[in-house]
């Protein structure tokens, strides 16, 4: 995390220079540092993070791949007048276990064009759909399965 905060800060300066390098360690390490000691956030964090990363960037890959999908769709029902848009409210419960796995998933929804995540109690989520042909299988989906295996490599990893 603490290379990120340094690349940040690189990229917002728009130049490389040996000052602002200096300054953005300095000020990089300072936010590791407050993470660390008022957010809860360990280097253990990091490590565990760096083992997932390519279940993490395979979930991106899959997200984007269903916003795209279900960008088309959206359009598709939209622009055909032989369509009758049919909004649903889906109430459904998950077995995802950590709380970051279960916002990912209400996140995951909202991005996702035509559905909205309402509300998130614990594991059960209400959401909203543009049509009732976008509710199918959303307690199920692609999304879900991702973050079981997430959560499992977790319970592997010893966390």
Not at 54 to 76: D, P, R, S, T
Not at 128 to 153: Q, T
Request: hydrophobic share 50%.
């Amino acid at each position: 995390m603490y290379f990120v905060f340094f690349l940040v800060w690189v990229i917002f300066n728009g130049q490389f220079t040996l000052e602002i390098a200096a300054f953005g360690a300095v000020i990089a390490g300072g936010i590791y540092w407050f993470i660390c000691k008022f957010l809860n956030y360990s280097p253990r964090t990091d490590l565990l993070l760096f083992k997932r990363i390519f279940q993490i960037l395979h979930y991106l890959i899959v997200l984007v791949k269903e916003i795209i999908k279900a960008n088309f769709e959206v359009i598709k029902m939209i622009m055909s007048s032989k369509y009758e848009l049919e909004p649903a409210v889906v109430h459904f419960k998950t077995d995802l276990r950590t709380t970051p796995a279960r916002v990912l998933l209400a996140n995951s929804i909202t991005l996702t064009p035509g559905t909205i995540t309402v509300s998130l109690n614990e594991n059960e989520y209400v959401v909203h759909c543009l049509d009732k042909s976008l509710a199918e299988g959303i307690n199920d989906s692609i999304f879900v399965s991702l973050l079981r295996k997430m959560e499992g490599a977790d319970e592997y990893a010893g966390k």
